[in-house]
């Protein structure tokens, strides 16, 4: 055996011993007492535990222990050899909180002490976080550590219905929840796209509902498909494989059975269990389907009791969660029976129903002992006296569950939707939309503000959710969840004055490293430069600034058009350009910082036509809420994309006027300008655009009507003609009210539209 330690450790032995530096741990402890020296992890070390008890949580930190050193070290039950010992312990004089623990790690001796098995395994993460990432024998710093969380519900989920995900990635994505002492694990096993949990008396629910004929392709409502039959589900002994796998990690699994709505991969299979007898398909495209169980029907219930009664068998969670999201009720307003269970029950209307159907379901689950978990819109038409509420549109499903005396955890789309986008849209892959940056969820106060003290009690804490209708590996969900868990995490761990942005990038920016080494495909969006145009002074400059991620980094970044990059090391900096231009911009570490790996490049192609950053006006203005960048945005050499977060396109109610002033007379043989046809968001294209001309600004002549092909997407409305002008008028006429037959019918429709093109 060979004993290599690095330099650090000699110094310990020194008189002029100095006090550590702080580890970049996250979650960031409660306290931490740096000391002096350190403790040598090599072979020699005995891993010693006080009670048989704690045999797991001793076998797993020697098996960790093992990929570092030549050998492994022992696992004992009490000193028997001489020798340096890391002594795991649980404390029984009750002052610890739950999941708590003590660390002293002294040059001898690692004593962990803790109040159950979860703090031990919490306090093995911790010591797992002092170890270098890969294999060597090594020393970690001395030190005390006292911990505890300040959340119960620490929580991550994952949609494997949209797109599925096999058991070897579940355990890795739980892995990464240990590591960040996240405890409970919210598996997303039913929807409209899947059924991926094998129920033994329903074999169907796998056999037919597991499988789809394709899948949607592109933005969210194209209406496009792929023809790939896909699919999968788990069986019974993997999903036991899994449980067991998390538990071992005091992880709780957390299974979610969707009912009464996103049920068409079920009502697929049993089309009986619907009000219309179907027959029913599973489902390729995202979204929300007006076929749900029958609430009128008793043979519903049954078969929801059974397939629980199996889910409960596999799953010893406390909590199951019953969905309860996004449940039309058109088909229960049409159904025979789901009416006569109404009149029968005095249930005043459609939402009473569905508050029969989540009652009678909680009745059930109590029966067996244990309790429902549902999303916040089990609170419409009363709640289940026992429910707690995962409140995701907004806050106030969680502060009505509070107030009324329910748990409740928070899960607001705004900082705990994972599967936003986390940096520029323009560089990044397809989202479903939204932004939440890494720092907007470590901003993030789970107890809301307007609860009292006796009613944040109630929440029990918050979880990062991850939907996949547009990720589609597993190297996608990492990205997606990686690092805006470890927000989360530490948002749920760490006591609430101890958190600080700035201090939270500096370890993240090393665990980024670590990451990299455990092949997890973090974003680093984080360190995207944001290239953002703005009008120079009216004749065809566009001035770019490019903005730094963090304030924290004293790096420089690095910018070209077109091939040759320049650093620029003064700050904030800006350029400015007249022509078509690739601008690209990075950050630059001239610091020799751990974090090695190239920063993200952030990339903008900007086309020049006659028309960008000329003078322009918009009367009205665009609607407040889709203004970002004011008319300049049409002509800021950037044609809007359907991938948006709307801050490309500019939105109005009504007809809107929009001039140009060219600078001077031009040749002019293309006058165009593009609008958005995405009628699920009630966005619609204009009746038309009336073009005209003028050479002195005050008399124009109408040239035409442009016209456009009514596709789905991005429209350019043209006109094409040669003539002189200097100056360029469109009106373009609003759609007006939203026709029968689209969603949002009856109410004014939006008008979008980006990127004028003269040429
Ligand atoms: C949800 O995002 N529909 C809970
Ligand atoms: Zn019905």
Sequence with gaps: MRFLLPALLLFSSCASAQTNPEPP????????????????????????????ELKPEGAYLRDVLTTLLPEAPMLLPQRTIEGPVIALAISNDGEMPAEGYSLHIAPERIDLLASDRAGVFHGIQTLIQLLPPKGSETAIPCLTITDHPRFAWRGMHLDVCRHFFGVEFVKKYIDLLARYKM?????????????????????????????????QIGPYGRGEYDSIPYGGFYTQDQIREVVAY??????????????????????????????????????????????????????TFSFLQDVLTEVMDLFPSDYIHIGGDECPKERWKTCAKCQARMKSGGLKDEHELQSYFIQRIEKFVNSKG????GWDEILEGGLAPNAAVMSWRGTEGGVAAAKSGHYAVMSPGSHCYFDHYQGDPANEPLAIGGYTTVQKVYSYEPIPAELKADQAKYILGAQGNVWTEYILTPEHVEYMAVPRMLALAEVLWTPKEKRDEADFIKRLELEFARLEVMGVNASKSLYQVSIVPRQGDGSGAI????????????LLIEWSIGDTFVQNPSWPSSIEIHDTSLVRASLVDTTGGVFRAPYPTSTRYFVFNLATAQKITATPPPAERYNEGGAFTLVDGITAQEKRVNTEWLGWLKDVSITVDLGSEQDISHIGIGALN????????????????????????????????????????????????????????????????FPGAGKQSWLFLDEIDVH
């Design 183 to 215: 405890n409970r694990f919210h598996w997303h096993l039913t929807d409209d796209q899947g059924w991926r949990i094998e129920i033994k008396k329903y074999p169907k629910l796998t056999e037919v509902g597991a499988w789809r004929s394709g899948s």
């Design 25 to 52: 741990l996250i979650p960031r402890p409660a306290s931490m007492i740096m000391g002096q020296g350190y403790f040598a992890v090599t072979s020699a070390v005995s891993i010693l535990i006080d009670s048989k």
């Design 678 to 741: 995405e009628t699920y968001s009630w966005i619609h294209l204009p009746k038309q655009v009336e073009v005209s001309i003028s050479s002195d600004g005050k008399n124009y002549s109408p040239l035409g009507s442009a016209e456009a092909k009514a596709t789905v997407g991005r429209s350019e409305f043209v006109i094409n003609k040669a003539v002189k002008a200097r100056y360029v008028r469109l009106v373009v006429k609003h759609a007006g009210l939203i026709p029968e037959g």
């Design 370 to 373: 244990r309790k429902i978990i």
């Design 246 to 299: 998390a538990a071992a990690r005091h992880i709780t699994v957390v299974p979610e059975i969707e009912m009464p709505g996103h049920a068409m991969a079920a009502l697929a299979a049993y089309p009986e269990y619907s009000c219309t007898g179907g027959p029913f398909e599973v489902q390729k495209g995202w979204g929300v389907f007006e076929d749900v169980f029958c609430a009128g029907n008793d043979s």
């Design 543 to 554: 001035i770019i600034d490019f903005k730094k991620p963090t304030a924290r980094f004293p």
